[in-house]
């Protein structure tokens, strides 16, 4: 495998906050998980919640896809 052509791919601060504000108004359950792999193969994970209840619903949800997924695996399509 060839030399990674970036050192150390950090997704913009700001992008994640305008992200996060995209996830919901006030008074809302705002948050997201994002996970992906660097040019490495090393998995980076980023999360930002409001609240523990918005976190651990997220963590729920992904769990119930990767379970899911795991029993029953679907093809990606590809646009």
């Known amino acids: 495998m060839s030399d990674p052509k970036f050192q150390d791919f950090e997704i913009p601060s700001k992008l994640l906050n305008e992200l996060y504000e995209l996830t919901g108004g006030k008074e809302a359950f705002k948050g997201f998980i994002i996970a992906f792999s660097t040019e490495k193969g090393t998995p980076v994970v980023y999360t930002k919640c409001d609240s523990q209840i918005t976190e651990y619903g997220l ?21």
């Open 59 to 79: 963590m729920k949800s992904l769990n119930d896809y990767l379970t899911e997924y795991n029993t029953d695996p679907q093809e990606i399509e590809e646009e």
